[in-house]
Nanobody, 123 residues
Framework: QVQLVESGGGLVQAGGSLRLSCAAS????????MGWFRQAPGKEREFVAA????????YYADSVKGRFTISRDNAKNTVYLQMNSLKPEDTAVYYC????????????????WGQGTQVTVSS
C-alpha cells in the first residue's frame, strides 16, 4: 500500500515557475515508477511526465517537454515536478501516481493516486 500526498500548487503568472512535491508513505516507494498527470475542467486526465523507479529514465508529454522536469529522491520518498515557463493552458489539477509495473504513460496502469493539487496560471 502506498499513500501519496501532493503539495506545492498555487496561483502563478504566465512565465513563472512552481515546484510540485509528492510525498509517499511506505517502505517500497523506491520500487515504483512515478508519474504526474493533470486534469483541466471538462477535460480528460492527461499524462505529463514519468520517472522510473531508479530515476534513471524519464518521459514527458510533448506539451511540457523542455519546460517541466520530473525527479525523485528515494531517500525522502518524494517525487518532484519542476514547472518553468508556465502557460495559462497548464492550469489544471495535478496528480501524482505510482505504478508497480513498467514505466507507463497510461493512467489506467497506475496503482495509487494522490488527491491532487491545483495549479492556476494567469495570463
Amino acid at each position: 500500500q502506498v499513500q501519496l500526498v501532493e503539495s506545492g500548487g498555487g496561483l502563478v503568472q504566465a512565465g513563472g515557475s512552481l515546484r510540485l512535491s509528492c510525498a509517499a508513505s511506505g517502505r517500497t516507494f523506491s520500487t515504483y515508477a512515478m508519474g504526474w498527470f493533470r486534469q483541466a475542467p471538462g477535460k480528460e486526465r492527461e499524462f505529463v511526465a514519468a520517472i522510473s523507479w531508479s530515476g534513471g529514465n524519464t518521459y514527458y508529454a510533448d506539451s511540457v517537454k523542455g519546460r517541466f522536469t520530473i525527479s525523485r529522491d528515494n531517500a525522502k520518498n518524494t517525487v518532484y515536478l519542476q514547472m518553468n515557463s508556465l502557460k495559462p493552458e497548464d492550469t489544471a489539477v495535478y496528480y501524482c501516481a505510482a505504478a508497480y509495473s513498467g514505466f507507463p504513460r497510461n493512467p489506467d496502469e497506475y496503482d495509487y493516486w494522490g488527491q491532487g493539487t491545483q495549479v492556476t496560471v494567469s495570463s
